[in-house]
């Protein structure tokens, strides 16, 4: 396990920022779907590319958090409760990207639908055919876990700017790329 007290590596890094990339746009694809009509081939396409994306979230989670698990992070800066409040956002931040594709998936499955990749494979199918349960499921993903991963954010770039700004210390700086 390589430790580092300074900075992220750069492989964290680009995980991080890419992450937000991935976030945008599965976000940017569901709220796209909306502008077309139901029979639009458009909105269709915008929906697959939703769960497609949701999917690669979930793969590019875990990677990131293999590479978590082999290199230490920085040390936190801040007092002992600012501390506390990064590792509980983090470790919830990590929570619901994970339970949002998860729920994602099984709601599809539960309404009797596929999720495919990109067009190149389906997943498998796990779960049968419930929609009472993908009815519960989709109130889970849009309603519950939705509105926590943008409190999460939120607090989590909030956070950044706070120690940028007001504490000026490099809590934000050690995780922007290299100049």
């Known amino acids: 396990m390589s430790t580092s ?3 992220w590596n750069s492989v964290s890094k680009g ?3 890419l992450f937000v990339i991935l976030l945008l746009a599965v976000w940017g694809a569901v709220e796209l779907h909306e502008f077309f009509d139901r029979e639009d081939p458009m909105r269709g396409w915008f929906v697959r590319l939703h769960f497609s994306l949701g999917v690669a979230v979930l793969m590019l989670l875990a990677v990131r958090l293999y590479w978590r698990a082999r290199h230490k992070r920085p040390e936190i800066q801040g007092t002992t409760w600012q501390k506390t ?3 509980l956002t983090h ?3 990590y ?3 994970l339970a949002m594709p998860v729920s994602g998936i099984a709601m599809r499955q539960l309404f009797g639908r596929d ?3 990109f067009g190149l494979f ?3 199918r796990l779960l049968e055919k419930n929609p009472d349960l993908g009815k519960q499921l989709a109130f889970l993903h849009k309603d519950v876990l939705w509105p926590a991963l943008l409190i999460l954010v939120g607090l989590h770039i ?3 700017l706070w120690h940028h700004f007001v504490k000026r210390d490099t809590t934000l700086t050690r995780m922007l790329p290299q100049r």
């Open 122 to 124: 389906a997943l498998p």
């Open 5 to 7: 007290s300074k900075g």
């Open 115 to 117: 999720t495919e990749f």
């Open 85 to 87: 409040v990064s590792k």
């Open 15 to 17: 995980l991080h920022w």
């Open 158 to 160: 909030t956070a950044a």
């Open 95 to 97: 929570l619901v990207l």
């Open 91 to 93: 470790g919830a931040l």
